[in-house]
Nanobody, 118 residues
Framework: QVQLVESGGGLVQPGESLRLSCSYS????????MGWYRQAPGKERELVAV?????TTNIGDSVKGRFTVSGDMNSVYLQMNSLKPEDTAVYYC??????????????WGQGTQVTVSS
C-alpha cells in the first residue's frame, strides 16, 4: 500500500513564499516520477511541477520562473516563490511508478490548501 503525506500549505500574502513537502511510504517496485498538481475551485486539475527518477523536471507554464521542484523519489518538495492570488488551490502530491506486482501505479496525496491573499 502506498501512502503520500503532504505538508506545508497555508495562507500567505502575494509575493511571499511557501515550501510544500510530500513523503512516500509503501512498497513500490520502482518510482518513475513524483510531483505536484493543483486544482482551484471550478477548474480542472493541472500540472505544477514533476521530477523524474533521473532528475529531469517538468514545470507548468503558469509557474515557470517562480516554482521549483526537487526530490529523491522518497520525498518531493515544491518551493513556491513570488506567490500570486491565482496560485490559490489545493495542491496534490502525485507518485507514478510500478508496484511490486509490476503494474503501473498512479497515486495521490490527500491535498494541501494554499491560499494567497492580502
Amino acid at each position: 500500500q502506498v501512502q503520500l503525506v503532504e505538508s506545508g500549505g497555508g495562507l500567505v500574502q502575494p509575493g511571499e513564499s511557501l515550501r510544500l513537502s510530500c513523503s512516500y511510504s509503501g512498497s513500490m517496485f520502482t518510482i518513475n516520477a513524483m510531483g505536484w498538481y493543483r486544482q482551484a475551485p471550478g477548474k480542472e486539475r493541472e500540472l505544477v511541477a514533476v521530477i523524474g527518477s533521473g532528475g529531469t523536471t517538468n514545470i507548468g507554464d503558469s509557474v515557470k520562473g517562480r516554482f521549483t521542484v526537487s526530490g529523491d523519489m522518497n520525498s518531493v518538495y515544491l518551493q513556491m516563490n513570488s506567490l500570486k492570488p491565482e496560485d490559490t488551490a489545493v495542491y496534490y502530491c502525485n507518485l507514478l511508478g510500478y508496484t511490486d506486482g509490476r503494474e503501473i501505479g498512479d497515486y495521490w496525496g490527500q491535498g494541501t490548501q494554499v491560499t494567497v491573499s492580502s
